[in-house]
């Protein structure tokens, strides 16, 4: 018999995603009838009489629970809170930003919720609300940075960086809690000269290789962990679009990326995998592209990307089901769901493909994003930010969109080079984030810190060199 802790998750379970529930629990699920599917699921664990099924429902459970947190507006609270800016906002209106995309929503005990983060998601399109704040983006900084990487071949920075992440208030921790934190450091080819300036005692860091680079602690009692360091990021830039494209200029300081393997053109489940409709898809992409020309191939999937799939604020990836296809088909994203459906095209069409994410590091914003690398035979690796390019091509910048084939800005701190992979040392309970690591994690006496549990702290301090 199965006991309350064999209903805990595990990072692993999420693996197994898409295995599949019975029938009968994911109709439950999709109609938000979620005690009812908790206590079928439980059950099923409780008997043990199919292992098979055992991390797929570990893993839907514990969804189910998020899902409830996280989703956690109803429509009325969404239209009042619509009203404070756009007083004649109704159910109307609601229901036309639901058809158009533009809203997400789920079904939770019976009754359709939604993100509290939806609404900054609107102000991105501010012809469909027109009596909501729409500020436009000052991009007068980015564009000078485009220009610089344009004139001279790359840009170069050198960023100060101070990232923390505590408990929350209301987190027990006691003087003999066993506590274990992990914070993102800067990795990949970008990067050179780290240089660790000041941290919370007991700091161990993780080699540079690491799939998600960190600092890590464990440490009894404390509930609050920082570290300062300093790097160099460099942006090299080459031009794509040309008849003929040069490779970018090296720079000994900074090591190129490891070279592509088998793992940069495979399936990689749960969410890049190549289902029969994005199978379909790249078929028709690459219709008039040969094989032998990857970079006309991954040209073909950045366009499609960034000029069909719209930005939307997504729920919490462990909410996702099969990223790479879902948005394929509802043509939505973020930075990371925009990336992993490039990442799955350019597979599909013969071109390698990884992973890199970290923060945004602007003079006056640091904050989460994920963005892709290709490989191209005699140019290396390149970037693809198809968020920032789908940014550009809303706001009818060709230009810019094009730049973010194959280019980066300086404002970056990588520190993944790839999705679902375990922080060093591996996190053997269920982390907030099982897919990335941007901002940090958690564990108290043996339980994983969600989000709500978690303070965050970031400060970024940006120089030429």
């Given at each position: 018999m199965a006991t309350a802790g064999n209903y805990q998750a595990t990072n692993e379970d999420f693996k197994h995603l898409n295995d599949g529930l019975p029938a009968d629990m994911s109709r439950l699920i999709a109609a938000g009838a979620f005690d009812d599917a908790l206590r079928l699921i439980e059950a099923e664990l409780d008997a043990g009489a199919r292992p098979e099924l055992a991390a797929c429902l570990r893993a839907e459970r514990a969804r189910i629970l998020r899902t409830r947190r996280d989703f956690s507006v109803t429509r009325e609270g969404i239209i009042a809170e619509i009203q404070k800016e756009w007083p004649e906002f109704g159910a109307g209106e609601l229901d036309t930003l639901i058809d158009h995309g533009r809203i997400d929503w789920r079904y939770v005990d019976g009754e359709q919720r939604f993100l509290a983060s939806c609404i900054d998601s609107l102000r991105n399109y501010p012809a469909e609300v027109p009596g909501l704040d729409c500020p436009p983006t000052d991009r007068t900084e980015q564009h000078a940075v485009i220009d610089q990487m344009r004139a001279q071949g790359f840009a170069e920075r050198r960023i100060r960086m101070r990232l923390g992440v505590a408990?929350?208030?209301?987190?027990?921790?006691?003087?003999?809690?066993?506590?274990?934190?992990?914070?993102?450091?800067p990795a990949g080819p970008q990067v050179a000269d780290l240089r660790i300036v000041d941290?919370?005692?007991?700091?161990r860091v993780a080699p540079e290789d690491a799939p998600q680079r960190t600092a890590y602690w464990e440490a009894a009692g404390e509930r609050e962990f920082f570290v300062e360091f300093e790097y160099a990021v460099r942006a090299p830039y080459v031009d794509l679009w040309a008849d003929d494209p040069a490779p970018?200029?090296?720079?000994?300081?900074?090591?190129p990326a490891p070279a592509p393997c088998a793992a940069d053109l495979a399936e990689d489940a749960p969410h890049v995998v190549f289902t029969p409709y994005l199978r379909a898809l790249a078929q028709r992409l690459f219709r008039d592209v040969p094989e032998g020309d990857a970079?006309?191939?991954?040209?073909?999937?950045?366009?499609?990307?960034?000029?069909?799939?719209?930005?939307?604020?997504?729920?919490?990836y462990v909410l996702l089901d099969s990223i790479a296809?879902?948005?394929?088909?509802?043509?939505?994203?973020?930075c990371g769901v925009f990336a992993l459906t490039f990442m799955a095209l350019c597979r599909l069409g013969g071109v390698p493909a990884r992973w890199q994410s970290g923060l945004y590091v602007a003079p006056d914003h640091v904050g989460p994003h994920d963005w892709a690398m290709f490989y191209i035979e005699g140019l290396g690796w390149l970037w693809a930010d198809c968020s920032f390019g789908s940014s550009a091509r809303r706001e009818g910048n060709e230009a810019r969109r094009r730049f973010y084939f194959g280019n980066l800005g300086p404002w970056r701190m990588p520190a993944n080079s790839a999705f679902f992979a375990p922080l060093t040392p591996a996190d053997d309970v269920l982390r907030n984030d099982p897919f990335d690591n941007q901002t940090g994690e958690m564990v108290v006496d043996g339980v994983g810190l969600s989000r709500y549990e978690m303070v965050e702290t970031r400060e970024a301090t940006i120089t030429e060199p």
């Amino acid at each position: 018999m199965a006991t309350a802790g064999n209903y805990q998750a595990t990072n692993e379970d999420f693996k197994h995603l898409n295995d599949g529930l019975p029938a009968d629990m994911s109709r439950l699920i999709a109609a938000g009838a979620f005690d009812d599917a908790l206590r079928l699921i439980e059950a099923e664990l409780d008997a043990g009489a199919r292992p098979e099924l055992a991390a797929c429902l570990r893993a839907e459970r514990a969804r189910i629970l998020r899902t409830r947190r996280d989703f956690s507006v109803t429509r009325e609270g969404i239209i009042a809170e619509i009203q404070k800016e756009w007083p004649e906002f109704g159910a109307g209106e609601l229901d036309t930003l639901i058809d158009h995309g533009r809203i997400d929503w789920r079904y939770v005990d019976g009754e359709q919720r939604f993100l509290a983060s939806c609404i900054d998601s609107l102000r991105n399109y501010p012809a469909e609300v027109p009596g909501l704040d729409c500020p436009p983006t000052d991009r007068t900084e980015q564009h000078a940075v485009i220009d610089q990487m344009r004139a001279q071949g790359f840009a170069e920075r050198r960023i100060r960086m101070r990232l923390g992440v505590a408990a929350a208030d209301a987190v027990e921790v006691s003087p003999q809690s066993k506590v274990r934190a992990w914070l993102p450091l800067p990795a990949g080819p970008q990067v050179a000269d780290l240089r660790i300036v000041d941290s919370t005692p007991g700091i161990r860091v993780a080699p540079e290789d690491a799939p998600q680079r960190t600092a890590y602690w464990e440490a009894a009692g404390e509930r609050e962990f920082f570290v300062e360091f300093e790097y160099a990021v460099r942006a090299p830039y080459v031009d794509l679009w040309a008849d003929d494209p040069a490779p970018a200029a090296g720079d000994p300081r900074f090591a190129p990326a490891p070279a592509p393997c088998a793992a940069d053109l495979a399936e990689d489940a749960p969410h890049v995998v190549f289902t029969p409709y994005l199978r379909a898809l790249a078929q028709r992409l690459f219709r008039d592209v040969p094989e032998g020309d990857a970079l006309g191939r991954a040209r073909a999937a950045y366009d499609w990307v960034t000029n069909n799939v719209d930005y939307r604020f997504q729920p919490a990836y462990v909410l996702l089901d099969s990223i790479a296809d879902s948005c394929a088909k509802s043509l939505r994203a973020d930075c990371g769901v925009f990336a992993l459906t490039f990442m799955a095209l350019c597979r599909l069409g013969g071109v390698p493909a990884r992973w890199q994410s970290g923060l945004y590091v602007a003079p006056d914003h640091v904050g989460p994003h994920d963005w892709a690398m290709f490989y191209i035979e005699g140019l290396g690796w390149l970037w693809a930010d198809c968020s920032f390019g789908s940014s550009a091509r809303r706001e009818g910048n060709e230009a810019r969109r094009r730049f973010y084939f194959g280019n980066l800005g300086p404002w970056r701190m990588p520190a993944n080079s790839a999705f679902f992979a375990p922080l060093t040392p591996a996190d053997d309970v269920l982390r907030n984030d099982p897919f990335d690591n941007q901002t940090g994690e958690m564990v108290v006496d043996g339980v994983g810190l969600s989000r709500y549990e978690m303070v965050e702290t970031r400060e970024a301090t940006i120089t030429e060199p």
